[in-house]
């Protein structure tokens, strides 16, 4: 089995965005997060110079991070954080003050209860080692039972995954609250955007690679390029022919095809071997005709695609929006152990043909 698929149970419990995020410190990732959040891009008002600035430095960094995400788990978290160093001093140049500090607050907020864990507000609230323990236990405690919420997850509904997770976390909230001075409370609630509803995240967008590829290396198709589909959904999945989790989604895929002709939609396939015998140009082939895989697909038997984009497990599904951004990515088989990839990964692509 090649495959380790990733179940998405709630939101907020699992980025899947950008795995070299991973193992970086809670307030690297809500900061990369939080810059590429529709939410926020609209609540810092950028001018139209300034989102046009924005918008082509995040992209930038988007394709430095990327390759990261299959790397060893040192080399993608010390990675990860050099390039969101490198997105602070970028965006220093592009926001006012007012903006930066409107951001800095954004990503306390989105930390919750580990922002009390960042020097700048331990430092502003005097908090005591006594009430930086307690906050440390009470955090360490809701993130391990969280972690054992994951594993256990398979069989539970998400409306059950979702009630367990926010009695974790209010659990946790309550248990720091009281070891907190009244004064404490207040200033900490200057310091965080109140006013800013969490309930508009969860619309990110990640610029994604081109495709490289000679005409040589292109089935069912000429060479595509993601720049040339502006306009379209592009659904990109990578696999590899003798990979039985790949096969068990072929079926999707040709229904998808089917389904989503004349639409808008695109299709792409790309093809990374790991075995020896998957590498044989005739063998696959073969294959794409046997397992009746007609939309077009890409050979990348070098694995150029494979790590430019990070990939790291066969299958894995993208779906890309019609300006060419990640908006969803999804892990392994669809319908693994009665997963719901298939209805989930679908409505997305029905979603981002009404934008």
């Known amino acids: ?63 430095r991070l990327f390759p990261l995400r299959n790397r060893s788990v040192k080399e993608a978290s010390e990675g990860a954080e050099t390039i969101v160093a490198d997105a602070k001093v970028a965006m220093a140049k592009v926001l006012t003050p007012q903006q930066a500090a409107r951001l800095d607050k954004l ?26 323990a307690t906050i440390d236990k009470a955090i360490a405690d809701s993130q391990a039972a969280l972690a054992r919420l994951r594993e256990e997850a398979s069989g539970k509904s998400t409306e059950d995954l979702n009630k367990e997770a926010s009695k974790l976390n209010s659990d946790e909230r309550s248990t720091i609250l009281a070891t907190l001075s009244d004064a404490q409370k207040q200033k900490w609630s200057t310091l965080i955007a109140a006013d800013f509803d969490l309930a508009r995240l969860g619309r990110t967008r990640f610029k994604v690679p081109e495709l490289t590829g000679d005409a040589s290396a292109w089935r069912n198709s000429p060479p595509l390029s993601l720049s040339g589909q502006k306009g379209k959904v592009v659904v990109v999945h990578y696999f590899a022919c003798g990979c039985i989790n790949c096969i068990h989604n072929y079926p999707i895929y040709r229904k998808w095809h089917d389904e989503l002709a004349g639409k ?23 294959k794409i005709k046997e397992d009746d895989l007609a939309f077009p697909l890409l050979i990348d038997n070098e694995g150029a695609n494979w790590n430019a984009w990070g990939n790291s497990m066969w299958p894995s599904v993208y779906v890309i929006d019609k300006q060419g951004y990640l908006r969803h990515f999804w892990a392994g088989e669809l319908k693994w152990q009665g997963a719901k990839g298939e209805e989930i990964t679908r409505d997305w692509i029905d979603r981002l043909l009404k934008e």
Request: hydrophobic share 40%.
């Open 264 to 286: 808008n939609v695109t299709m792409i396939g790309i093809h990374t071997p790991e075995t020896k015998t998957e590498r044989e140009i005739t063998h696959l082939d073969r």
């Open 107 to 132: 990503v306390l907020r989105q930390l919750g209860t580990k922002a009390l864990q960042q020097e700048s507000v331990i430092h502003k609230l005097a908090l005591t080692e006594k009430q930086r």
């Open 1 to 63: 089995m090649r495959s380790i698929p990733l179940s998405v149970l709630a939101a907020g419990l699992l980025l899947y965005s950008h795995a070299a995020l991973a193992q970086a410190t809670p307030a690297t990732e809500a900061y990369w997060t939080l810059l590429h959040e529709e939410a926020v891009v609209a609540d810092l008002k950028l001018t139209a110079s300034q989102r046009g600035e924005y918008q082509s430095t995040l992209d930038a960094l988007d394709l």
